[in-house]
C-alpha cells in the first residue's frame, strides 16, 4: 500500500478551507468547506476531527454504517458550532472517505468532493456531485466539459453542517490488486480534466497526490486543491 496526500490553497483564495487525513490503519478522508471568511476552514477541520476520533483505533468498526455514523456526527458537531456563533452561521463542508482493507472497500460521500478509481487502466467516478449543474447533465441540459465551466458549477444541493436532516451517500466493492483509488476537492477536478488525471495515476511519479495538485495550480488554482491517492499492491 503507498499513499500520498497533498493540499494548497491556490492562486486565488486567501486561505485554504480544505482538510484531509489519512487515520491509520484504513481510512481517507477529504473535506472542502464552505461559508464565508474563516468558516469553511472551521468546518472541514471539524470533520476531519470527528473522523480522527472514531477511526483511529485498530478495532474500530468499519463499514458503510461506521462512515454514515461518522458523517452524521461531524453533521451535529457542525450545525451545534454554527449555532453557538453568529460568525460561523451557515458554514458547512463537503466529504468524501474512503475504508480500504484487503478484501472490501466502503466510502461515504456528500457533496462535490470525489471518489475515483483506477481499475486496469480504466477510471471511474464512485461518487455523484449533490451540484446543481449536475443535475443539469442528468437531465441532458449541459455536457460534463459544459458543467466544468458552468456559472453556477458550485452551487451544492448537499452539504454536511447546513440541515438536520441530511441524506449521504455510501457504497462498498470489493477492491483488486493494482487498484488506485483518489479522493480530492474539486478544486482538482475543475482545473484538471478526466484523461489527465487517468494519466497521472498510471504514471511513475514518486508523490503523484503532489503531482495532481501542481497540474491544478498549472491550469489556474483557481480555488483550493486536494488530493489522497491509495495505491493497491499485490498484498492488497
Not at 97 to 122: C, F, I, M, P, T
Request: charged share 25%.
Amino acid at each position: 500500500m503507498k499513499v500520498s496526500k497533498a493540499t494548497d490553497r491556490g492562486k486565488v483564495r486567501e486561505s485554504n478551507e480544505d482538510a484531509c487525513a489519512f487515520i491509520p490503519p484504513d481510512t481517507y478522508v477529504v473535506a472542502d468547506g464552505m461559508g464565508g471568511y474563516a468558516a469553511g476552514e472551521v468546518a472541514s477541520a471539524m470533520l476531519v476531527d470527528v473522523f480522527a476520533e472514531m477511526f483511529s483505533d485498530a478495532v474500530h468498526e468499519c463499514g458503510e454504517k461506521a462512515l454514515l455514523h461518522a458523517v452524521q456526527a461531524a453533521n451535529s458537531k457542525i450545525l451545534c458550532a454554527a449555532a453557538a456563533n453568529e460568525a460561523r452561521k451557515g458554514m458547512g463542508t463537503t466529504v468524501v472517505a474512503l475504508q480500504y482493507r484487503e478484501n472490501a472497500a466502503y466510502w461515504a460521500h456528500v457533496g462535490d468532493s470525489r471518489l475515483y478509481l483506477l481499475r486496469k487502466g480504466v477510471l471511474r467516478r464512485l461518487t455523484r456531485d449533490h451540484s446543481f449543474v449536475q443535475d443539469l447533465v442528468e437531465r441532458g441540459s449541459i455536457t460534463e466539459e459544459e458543467a466544468r465551466n458552468h456559472p453556477k458549477k458550485n452551487l451544492l444541493t448537499r452539504a454536511v453542517g447546513v440541515e438536520e436532516k441530511l441524506v449521504v451517500d455510501t457504497g462498498s466493492f470489493t477492491p483488486e490488486e493494482g487498484d488506485i483509488f483518489l479522493l480530492c476537492s474539486d478544486g482538482l477536478t475543475n482545473m484538471v480534466g478526466e484523461a489527465a488525471i487517468r494519466e497521472t495515476l498510471q504514471g511513475e511519479s514518486a508523490d503523484k497526490a503532489r503531482t495532481l495538485v501542481e497540474l491544478a495550480l498549472l491550469a489556474g488554482g483557481l480555488d483550493n486543491i486536494t488530493a489522497i491517492v491509495v495505491e493497491c499492491d499485490e498484498r492488497g
